[in-house]
C-alpha cells in the first residue's frame, strides 16, 4: 500500500482525496443528466484506461479496440437472455472471450513481426471482421439489435445489474477506481519497467534479457480483458446491442481520445482527458441546443478539432502539462 | 450458376477494381515519398465525391468530365494539408502521424455529415443504365468507361514519374532522403507536390466511384481501410503493386458478393489482409522496407 | 564437433568462458566473418580490433544473438549459444552495449539501470538498491534522477555500460564504447572497467578503435581484417606484426 503512494506530494494526494470525495457524493447533488454525463466519463475513463495498458505502457497502437468492448458486452448479454446467468459470472465469459482473441491479435502480429501502422490496421481489421460476422450471428440478434429486458427502475437488483443509474453510477465508479489502482500496481512492478523498456526502444530492451514477446503479449490481454469488462457494463446499461454500433470504428477512435488529450502513458491522463472531452462536448451541445440548433456530427467535429490541438501542441497531452502548472509532477526518490 | 454471371461480374469487379487501384495508387505515392501513413485517405475521396455530387447537381455536369478540375481541387487541397499541418510532423513518432491524420479524417467525414446530411446520394447520368455487349459479356457501359479513364490517368502517372524533371525529383527522395538533400532538392516543396498528386488520385478515383456506388459520409474510413488493405496487399510502396492490389481486391470483392452474402465480402478482403500481414508483409509487389 | 575441438586444445578450453570455433556469416555473397576462432579466458580483458568493414560488430552481433552464424559455433560456460535470441543470450550471462548509444531515452538514468537489474530482482526495491550499486561504480549516482536523453554522450556511455552491469554479466561485450569520448573520459572508463575486472572477475570484450583504451585494457588482441583473423596475442605484440601496421594502423598511431 505504501508503495502505491511512494514518489506523490502530498498535495497530490490531497487533491486524489478531493477528488475521490467528489465523485462519491457526486450523485446527490447532480440532476438525472449530469448523472448519465458522469457515468459516460467514467466509462471512457475506464475504456481509456485499459486501451493505456497497451498503447501508453507498450507501445502497441490498438485501432480496433472496440472488439473487446463488443466480445464482452454480447458475450455476458448472451448468457443473461438465453441462460439467465448474471452478469458478474457472465464476466468470466467475456473476460475469456476478450483475452483469447487479444492473445490470437498478439501472437499473431507479435510473431510474425507486425508492428506499427501494420499492426494498427491488423487490430481495424479485425474489428470490422467481428462487426460483420455478429451482423450475421443470428442467436444474438445479428444486425436486428439484442435486446436485454428492461426492468423497473424502481428496484436496484446490482446481481443482475437491473436498476436506475445512481446504482450504475457507483457500478462504473468502483470499476474505474480499480482500473486506476490496477494500473499503478502494475506500472510500479517489474513488468510496468519492461513496458516502458519496450516501448522506448525494444531491441535494447531484449538485450537486457527482456522476453519483449512474452511482455507485449500481457499487455494485449489484459488490455483485452479490462475492456471486456466494460462491455458488460455497457450492455446492462443500455440493454441493447446492435454490431453496427459496438464494433464500429468510431467507437474504437472515441476510446482512445481520452488518453490521447489526457495524455498517453500516464495514471490521470485518461480522466482527465474523459473529464475534458465529454464536459466540453455536452456543454456545446447544450449551447446549440439553447440556439435551437440540432448538429448531428458537431460533437465528433469538436473531437477532431481537441485531437488535433493536443497532438500539434501539447502532444504529451493535457495531463503532463497541467501537472506541472500545478506542482503535481512526480518527483523520482 | 451459369458460367456467363461469373464472367460478368469477374470483369465488373475487375473494373471497380482498376478505380480502386488509382485510390490506393495514391496512398502508395504519398506513403512511398513522404512517409506518412495517411489515415485520411477514404475521407479526401469522399470530399471529392461530394464535390462531384454537388456539381452535377447544380450545373447537371458529368463527373467523369469533371474529373479533373476535382483532381485539382484535391491537389490544392493536398499540397495545403501537407504544407501547412502535416510537414512538421514527418519526424515525429509514428503514433503522432497516425494521430493527427486520425483527427483530420474524423473533422472531415463529420463536416460533410452537417453539410451533406447522412443519406445515400449518387449521380445518375444519362447513360447509366447502358451497357456494352461482346459475346456473353454484358458489361455496363458507365464502368467501361470509369475503367478506360483509370488506365489513362495512371499511364499518365506512370510516365510523370518516368519522365518528367519534376516525377524524378520526387522519386529521388523517395529512394534517397539525404541524397536528395545533399543534391539540393527542396524537400518541403516535393513533399506537398507528392502529397498534391496522391490527393489528386483519389480526386479523380472519387469523382469516377460516385457513378459507381451510393455515397455517404461514412464512406471515407471504409475507403481508408480498403485504401489499406489494397497497398499493403500490393506492395506498399509500389505503384504497380496498388494496381494490381486494386484489382485483385475488387475481384474479390464481386466475386464473394456472388458466392456468398454481399454484406460478408469484406469479410475476405481482410482475410486477405490477415494473410499478407503474417506470410508476406511487403505485399506481392513490394520489396522488403530497408 | 565443439567435442572434437576441444580434445586438440585440452586444458585451454577448462577456462575459456566463451569460444568462438571457426564462425563464417555471409550476406548477400559478401563474407562478412571468415572462419573466426578466438578464446576468451574467465576474468580476462579481451579486444577485437580491425579497420571498418573488418566484421568486427557483425562478429559481436552473433555473439549477443542478433545475428546467427552460418557456420561454425559459439559457446559460452559450456553450453552453445549460437542462434539463441538476445534476450535469452542475455539471461545466461552475455551483457552488450550498442555501438550507437541506446538509453531508454524519457526514463531516468535510474530506471534505465532498474531495467537492467530486475532480470535477476523480481522486486522493483531490490532493483534500484542495486541500480544504485552500479551506478556509484560508474559514477553516475549523482545523475540518477536526470532524464537519460539529457545527458551528454560521455555521461550516455556510462549509463549504458551501467545498464549491461546490472543484469549481472559474466560477459560483458563492449561495443566501441571509447567512441566519440575525449582522453580524458576514455581514461575513466578505463579505470573503471579495470577496477571492475579485478574486483569482481567480471569478463570484458571490447571492440575498439581507440588503442589507448586497448592498450590499456587488454591482455588478449584479435586483429580482423576483411571478416578473417590475421593476428592474435598480447596487444604490444600484435600492434608491431607486419601484417597488422599494413592493414590497419598506418593512421593509428599508438599512444
Given at each position: 500500500m505504501?508503495?502505491?503512494?511512494?514518489?506523490?506530494?502530498?498535495?497530490?494526494?490531497?487533491?486524489?482525496?478531493?477528488?475521490?470525495?467528489a465523485?462519491?457524493?457526486?450523485?446527490w447533488?447532480?440532476?438525472?443528466?449530469?448523472?448519465t454525463?458522469?457515468?459516460?466519463?467514467?466509462?471512457?475513463?475506464y475504456?481509456?484506461?485499459?486501451?493505456?495498458?497497451?498503447?501508453?505502457f507498450?507501445?502497441?497502437?490498438?485501432?480496433?479496440h472496440?472488439?473487446?468492448?463488443?466480445?464482452?458486452?454480447?458475450?455476458?448479454?448472451?448468457?443473461?437472455?438465453?441462460?439467465?446467468?448474471?452478469?458478474w459470472?457472465?464476466?468470466?465469459?467475456?473476460?475469456?472471450l476478450?483475452?483469447?482473441?487479444g492473445?490470437?491479435?498478439?501472437?499473431?502480429?507479435?510473431?510474425?513481426?507486425?508492428a506499427?501502422?501494420?499492426?494498427?490496421?491488423l487490430?481495424?481489421?479485425?474489428?470490422?471482421?467481428?462487426?460483420?460476422?455478429?451482423?450475421?450471428?443470428?442467436?444474438v440478434?445479428?444486425?436486428?439489435?439484442?435486446?436485454?429486458?428492461?426492468?423497473?427502475?424502481?428496484?436496484?437488483?446490482?446481481?443482475?445489474?437491473?436498476?436506475?443509474?445512481?446504482?450504475?453510477?457507483?457500478?462504473?465508479?468502483?470499476?474505474?477506481?480499480?482500473?486506476?489502482?490496477?494500473?499503478?500496481?502494475?506500472?510500479?512492478?517489474?513488468?510496468?519497467?519492461?513496458?516502458?523498456?519496450?516501448?522506448?526502444?525494444?531491441?535494447?530492451a531484449?538485450?537486457?534479457?527482456?522476453?519483449?514477446?512474452?511482455?507485449?503479449?500481457?499487455?494485449?490481454?489484459?488490455?483485452?480483458?479490462?475492456?471486456?469488462?466494460?462491455?458488460?457494463?455497457?450492455?446492462?446499461?443500455?440493454?441493447?446491442?446492435?454490431?453496427?454500433?459496438?464494433?464500429?470504428?468510431?467507437?474504437?477512435?472515441?476510446?482512445?481520445?481520452g488518453?490521447?488529450?489526457?495524455?498517453?502513458?500516464?495514471?490521470?491522463?485518461?480522466?482527465?482527458?474523459?473529464?475534458?472531452l465529454?464536459?466540453?462536448?455536452?456543454?456545446?451541445?447544450?449551447l446549440?441546443?439553447a440556439l435551437g440548433?440540432?448538429?448531428?456530427g458537431?460533437?465528433?467535429?469538436?473531437?477532431?478539432?481537441?485531437?488535433?490541438?493536443?497532438?500539434?501542441?501539447?502532444?504529451?497531452?493535457?495531463?503532463?502539462?497541467?501537472?506541472?502548472?500545478?506542482?503535481?509532477?512526480?518527483?523520482?526518490? | 450458376?451459369?458460367a456467363?454471371?461469373?464472367?460478368?461480374?469477374?470483369?465488373?469487379?475487375?473494373?471497380?477494381?482498376?478505380?480502386?487501384g488509382?485510390?490506393?495508387?495514391?496512398?502508395s505515392?504519398?506513403?512511398?515519398?513522404?512517409?506518412?501513413?495517411?489515415?485520411?485517405?477514404?475521407?479526401m475521396?469522399?470530399?471529392?465525391?461530394?464535390?462531384?455530387?454537388?456539381?452535377?447537381?447544380?450545373?447537371?455536369?458529368?463527373p467523369?468530365?469533371?474529373?479533373?478540375?476535382?483532381?485539382?481541387?484535391?491537389?490544392?487541397?493536398g499540397?495545403?494539408?501537407?504544407?501547412?499541418i502535416?510537414n512538421?510532423?514527418?519526424?515525429?513518432?509514428?503514433?503522432?502521424?497516425?494521430?493527427?491524420?486520425?483527427?483530420?479524417?474524423?473533422?472531415i467525414?463529420?463536416?460533410?455529415l452537417?453539410?451533406?446530411?447522412?443519406?445515400?446520394?449518387?449521380?445518375?447520368?444519362?447513360?447509366?443504365f447502358?451497357?456494352?455487349?461482346?459475346?456473353?459479356?454484358?458489361v455496363?457501359?458507365?464502368k467501361?468507361?470509369?475503367?478506360?479513364?483509370?488506365?489513362?490517368?495512371?499511364?499518365?502517372?506512370?510516365?510523370?514519374?518516368?519522365?518528367?524533371?519534376?516525377g524524378?525529383?520526387?522519386?529521388?527522395?523517395?529512394?534517397?532522403?539525404?541524397?536528395?538533400?545533399?543534391?539540393?532538392?527542396?524537400?518541403?516543396r516535393?513533399?506537398?507536390?507528392?502529397?498534391?498528386?496522391?490527393?489528386?488520385?483519389?480526386?479523380?478515383?472519387?469523382?469516377?466511384?460516385?457513378?459507381?456506388?451510393?455515397?455517404?459520409?461514412?464512406?471515407?474510413?471504409?475507403?481508408?481501410l480498403l485504401?489499406?488493405?489494397?497497398?499493403?496487399?500490393?506492395?506498399?510502396?509500389?505503384?504497380?503493386?496498388?494496381l494490381?492490389?486494386?484489382?485483385?481486391?475488387?475481384?474479390?470483392?464481386?466475386?464473394?458478393?456472388?458466392?456468398?452474402?454481399?454484406?460478408?465480402?469484406?469479410?475476405?478482403?481482410?482475410?486477405?489482409?490477415?494473410?499478407?500481414?503474417?506470410?508476406?508483409?511487403?505485399?506481392?509487389?513490394?520489396?522488403?522496407?530497408? | 564437433?565443439?567435442?572434437?575441438q576441444?580434445?586438440?586444445?585440452?586444458?585451454?578450453?577448462?577456462?575459456?568462458l566463451?569460444?568462438?570455433?571457426?564462425?563464417?556469416?555471409?550476406?548477400?555473397?559478401?563474407?562478412?566473418?571468415?572462419?573466426?576462432?578466438?578464446?576468451?579466458?574467465?576474468?580476462?580483458?579481451?579486444?577485437v580490433i580491425?579497420?571498418?568493414?573488418?566484421?568486427?560488430?557483425?562478429?559481436?552481433?552473433?555473439i549477443?544473438?542478433?545475428?546467427?552464424?552460418?557456420?561454425?559455433?559459439?559457446?559460452?560456460?559450456?553450453?552453445?549459444?549460437?542462434?539463441?535470441?538476445?534476450?535469452?543470450?542475455?539471461?545466461?550471462?552475455?551483457g552488450?552495449?550498442?555501438?550507437?548509444?541506446?538509453?531508454?531515452?524519457?526514463?531516468?538514468?535510474?530506471?534505465?539501470?532498474?531495467?537492467?537489474?530486475?532480470?535477476?530482482?523480481?522486486?522493483p526495491?531490490?532493483?534500484?538498491?542495486?541500480?544504485?550499486?552500479?551506478l556509484?561504480?560508474?559514477?553516475?549516482f549523482?545523475?540518477?534522477?536526470?532524464?537519460?536523453?539529457?545527458?551528454?554522450?560521455?555521461?550516455?556511455?556510462r549509463?549504458?555500460?551501467?545498464?549491461a552491469?546490472?543484469?549481472?554479466?559474466?560477459?560483458?561485450?563492449l561495443?566501441?564504447v571509447?567512441?566519440?569520448?575525449?582522453?580524458?573520459?576514455?581514461?575513466?572508463?578505463?579505470?573503471?572497467?579495470?577496477?571492475?575486472?579485478?574486483?569482481?572477475?567480471?569478463?570484458?570484450?571490447?571492440?575498439?578503435?581507440?588503442?589507448r583504451?586497448?592498450?590499456?585494457?587488454a591482455?588478449?588482441?584479435?586483429?580482423?581484417?576483411?571478416?578473417?583473423?590475421?593476428?592474435?596475442?598480447?596487444?604490444?605484440?600484435?600492434?608491431?606484426?607486419?601484417?597488422?601496421v599494413?592493414?590497419?594502423?598506418?593512421?593509428?598511431?599508438?599512444?
Amino acid at each position: 500500500m505504501r508503495r502505491l503512494i511512494e514518489g506523490v506530494p502530498p498535495r497530490g494526494l490531497v487533491g486524489l482525496a478531493a477528488l475521490c470525495l467528489a465523485l462519491i457524493v457526486g450523485p446527490w447533488v447532480a440532476n438525472d443528466y449530469l448523472l448519465t454525463v458522469l457515468i459516460v466519463i467514467l466509462y471512457f475513463a475506464y475504456t481509456g484506461q485499459a486501451w493505456n495498458v497497451m498503447m501508453g505502457f507498450a507501445g502497441q497502437l490498438s485501432l480496433g479496440h472496440a472488439i473487446y468492448v463488443g466480445l464482452g458486452a454480447y458475450a455476458a448479454a448472451a448468457l443473461y437472455v438465453h441462460f439467465g446467468i448474471a452478469p458478474w459470472i457472465g464476466l468470466a465469459a467475456a473476460i475469456a472471450l476478450a483475452v483469447a482473441c487479444g492473445a490470437l491479435i498478439g501472437f499473431l502480429a507479435f510473431r510474425f513481426g507486425v508492428a506499427g501502422v501494420y499492426f494498427a490496421i491488423l487490430t481495424i481489421a479485425f474489428a470490422e471482421f467481428a462487426r460483420i460476422g455478429f451482423d450475421h450471428f443470428g442467436w444474438v440478434g445479428a444486425s436486428s439489435g439484442f435486446f436485454l429486458p428492461v426492468a423497473n427502475y424502481a428496484h436496484n437488483d446490482l446481481w443482475t445489474l437491473r436498476g436506475n443509474p445512481t446504482m450504475f453510477y457507483y457500478v462504473m465508479l468502483v470499476l474505474t477506481a480499480a482500473a486506476f489502482v490496477l494500473c499503478r500496481i502494475l506500472l510500479k512492478s517489474r513488468i510496468g519497467y519492461y513496458w516502458q523498456a519496450i516501448r522506448e526502444d525494444e531491441a535494447a530492451a531484449r538485450s537486457l534479457g527482456i522476453d519483449t514477446f512474452r511482455y507485449k503479449m500481457y499487455a494485449v490481454i489484459i488490455s483485452a480483458g479490462m475492456t471486456s469488462v466494460a462491455g458488460v457494463f455497457f450492455a446492462f446499461y443500455y440493454n441493447n446491442l446492435f454490431p453496427e454500433q459496438v464494433f464500429h470504428i468510431s467507437r474504437s477512435i472515441e476510446m482512445i481520445l481520452g488518453p490521447i488529450i489526457g495524455g498517453i502513458g500516464t495514471l490521470f491522463g485518461p480522466l482527465i482527458g474523459a473529464f475534458l472531452l465529454t464536459g466540453l462536448s455536452e456543454t456545446m451541445l447544450e449551447l446549440l441546443g439553447a440556439l435551437g440548433l440540432d448538429v448531428p456530427g458537431a460533437k465528433q467535429v469538436f473531437y477532431g478539432i481537441c485531437l488535433l490541438l493536443v497532438v500539434i501542441v501539447l502532444p504529451e497531452g493535457v495531463w503532463p502539462w497541467l501537472a506541472r502548472k500545478l506542482g503535481l509532477a512526480e518527483k523520482q526518490s | 450458376m451459369p458460367a456467363e454471371i461469373y464472367l460478368n461480374v469477374a470483369v465488373a469487379g475487375l473494373l471497380t477494381g482498376l478505380v480502386y487501384g488509382l485510390m490506393a495508387l495514391g496512398l502508395s505515392v504519398i506513403f512511398g515519398v513522404v512517409r506518412v501513413v495517411n489515415f485520411a485517405h477514404g475521407e479526401m475521396m469522399t470530399i471529392a465525391m461530394y464535390l462531384a455530387i454537388a456539381l452535377f447537381n447544380a450545373l447537371g455536369l458529368d463527373p467523369l468530365v469533371m474529373m479533373l478540375p476535382i483532381a485539382g481541387v484535391l491537389f490544392v487541397f493536398g499540397y495545403a494539408l501537407q504544407a501547412g499541418i502535416i510537414n512538421p510532423f514527418i519526424n515525429r513518432p509514428e503514433h503522432s502521424q497516425f494521430i493527427l491524420l486520425v483527427a483530420i479524417g474524423l473533422i472531415i467525414v463529420n463536416v460533410l455529415l452537417i453539410a451533406f446530411g447522412p443519406d445515400a446520394r449518387n449521380v445518375q447520368t444519362s447513360y447509366a443504365f447502358d451497357s456494352f455487349m461482346a459475346g456473353p459479356l454484358i458489361v455496363d457501359a458507365t464502368k467501361v468507361y470509369v475503367g478506360a479513364a483509370t488506365i489513362l490517368v495512371t499511364i499518365a502517372l506512370f510516365a510523370f514519374f518516368r519522365f518528367a524533371a519534376l516525377g524524378k525529383a520526387i522519386r529521388a527522395c523517395a529512394d534517397n532522403y539525404t541524397g536528395a538533400l545533399v543534391v539540393g532538392l527542396d524537400i518541403n516543396r516535393l513533399y506537398a507536390l507528392t502529397f498534391g498528386i496522391g490527393a489528386a488520385c483519389v480526386g479523380a478515383a472519387g469523382s469516377m466511384l460516385v457513378l459507381l456506388v451510393d455515397v455517404t459520409p461514412a464512406l471515407g474510413p471504409a475507403y481508408t481501410l480498403l485504401a489499406f488493405i489494397i497497398v499493403i496487399t500490393g506492395g506498399l510502396g509500389s505503384m504497380p503493386g496498388a494496381l494490381l492490389g486494386g484489382v485483385l481486391i475488387g475481384l474479390t470483392e464481386a466475386l464473394a458478393g456472388l458466392l456468398f452474402t454481399p454484406s460478408a465480402k469484406s469479410m475476405f478482403s481482410f482475410g486477405l489482409l490477415v494473410l499478407v500481414l503474417l506470410f508476406r508483409p511487403q505485399g506481392i509487389l513490394g520489396r522488403r522496407a530497408a | 564437433m565443439a567435442g572434437a575441438q576441444a580434445g586438440t586444445r585440452g586444458k585451454a578450453i577448462m577456462s575459456a568462458l566463451l569460444t568462438i570455433d571457426a564462425v563464417s556469416k555471409r550476406f548477400r555473397g559478401v563474407l562478412a566473418v571468415d572462419q573466426v576462432t578466438f578464446e576468451i579466458g574467465s576474468g580476462s580483458i579481451a579486444a577485437v580490433i580491425g579497420p571498418n568493414g573488418a566484421g568486427k560488430t557483425t562478429l559481436f552481433n552473433m555473439i549477443a544473438g542478433v545475428l546467427a552464424p552460418d557456420r561454425g559455433a559459439i559457446v559460452f560456460a559450456g553450453d552453445r549459444i549460437d542462434g539463441l535470441k538476445p534476450d535469452q543470450v542475455c539471461r545466461r550471462g552475455i551483457g552488450r552495449t550498442f555501438q550507437l548509444v541506446r538509453p531508454f531515452p524519457v526514463l531516468s538514468v535510474e530506471d534505465n539501470v532498474i531495467i537492467g537489474a530486475l532480470l535477476h530482482r523480481n522486486d522493483p526495491a531490490a532493483a534500484r538498491r542495486r541500480a544504485h550499486e552500479v551506478l556509484a561504480q560508474l559514477d553516475l549516482f549523482d545523475k540518477r534522477t536526470q532524464r537519460a536523453s539529457a545527458l551528454t554522450l560521455p555521461d550516455r556511455k556510462r549509463l549504458e555500460v551501467a545498464r549491461a552491469l546490472a543484469t549481472d554479466p559474466k560477459l560483458l561485450l563492449l561495443d566501441e564504447v571509447m567512441a566519440g569520448l575525449r582522453p580524458v573520459e576514455t581514461d575513466r572508463i578505463v579505470t573503471i572497467l579495470r577496477e571492475l575486472n579485478r574486483a569482481t572477475g567480471l569478463t570484458i570484450l571490447l571492440i575498439e578503435h581507440v588503442m589507448r583504451a586497448v592498450m590499456a585494457l587488454a591482455e588478449r588482441v584479435l586483429v580482423l581484417h576483411h571478416g578473417a583473423a590475421i593476428a592474435e596475442g598480447a596487444p604490444a605484440a600484435v600492434v608491431r606484426e607486419p601484417a597488422v601496421v599494413q592493414s590497419y594502423l598506418g593512421a593509428e598511431a599508438v599512444d
